[in-house]
T-cell receptor, first 112, second 115 residues
Framework: SQQGEEDPQALSIQEGENATMNCSYK?????LQWYRQNSGRGLVHLIL?????REKHSGRLRVTLDTSKKSSSLLITASRAADTASYFC????????????FGQGTRLTINP | DTAVSQTPKYLVTQMGNDKSIKCEQN?????MYWYKQDSKKFLKIMFS???????INETVPNRFSPKSPDKAHLNLHINSLELGDSAVYFC??????????????FGPGTRLLVL
């Protein structure tokens, strides 16, 4: 069954506001990753947080991970129109290769 | 100088046909993957190869057969195409060697439509 569940499924905010997306998962992980997908395009890796980390920053992105609650959040600060895309969380489990299990994504729309 | 490339980008075909999708990466990675994204944007792993060896093989019909001629290529052959095979297929690569870098780099996708 699908590992990750994202909340909300869709989010629409004004440019300049912060956007928060949440992800919950069910089983053990080695890491959790966030990807962005623009309409009709491939996925672009944004940030990775390992299971022994609690928070990570990259530019305007902030990711938290709570392994006790099996949840993660992605915060995009000072949103821009170019941030409009679908955002996916993916749990990573290394079994020979890295098996990524994706959530269903959050569709983020930034209104100018 | 595209990192992960897929051909074709679009594929429209009739039910029952056999088709192949090709993937190439020039990142020097040792691991490649195939994912399927359905109409609801749900993305699911299908296969993974590490150094030409099949590592991950999810519950996928045996009509789907991956082939890795070398570390830089992972092709996907689909026999007897069915309507439900219509989806976007993404190839990805990563380097699992020393240091276990977990980031996967995705190709642009192949949009398959079975009529």
């Amino acid at each position: 069954s699908q590992q990750g569940e994202e909340d909300p499924q869709a989010l629409s905010i004004q440019e300049g506001e912060n956007a928060t997306m949440n992800c919950s998962y069910k089983t053990s992980i080695n890491n959790l990753q966030w990807y962005r997908q623009n309409s009709g395009r491939g996925l672009v890796h944004l940030i990775l947080i390992r299971s022994n980390e609690r928070e990570k920053h990259s530019g305007r992105l902030r990711v938290t991970l709570d392994t006790s609650k099996k949840s993660s959040s992605l915060l995009i600060t000072a949103s821009r129109a170019a941030d409009t895309a679908s955002y996916f969380c993916a749990t990573g489990l290394i079994q020979g290769a890295q098996k990524l299990v994706f959530g269903q994504g959050t569709r983020l729309t930034i209104n100018p | 100088d595209t990192a992960v490339s897929q051909t074709p980008k679009y594929l429209v075909t009739q039910m029952g046909n056999d088709k192949s999708i090709k993937c190439e990466q020039n990142l020097g990675h040792d691991t490649m993957y195939w994912y399927k994204q359905d109409s609801k944007k749900f993305l699911k792993i299908m296969f993974s190869y590490n150094n030409k060896e099949l590592i991950i093989n999810e519950t996928v019909p045996n009509r789907f057969s991956p082939k890795s001629p070398d570390k830089a290529h992972l092709n996907l052959h689909i026999n007897s195409l069915e309507l439900g095979d219509s989806a976007v297929y993404f190839c990805a690569s990563s380097h699992m060697g020393d240091g276990k870098k977990e980031t996967q780099y995705f190709g642009p996708g192949t949009r398959l439509l079975v009529l």
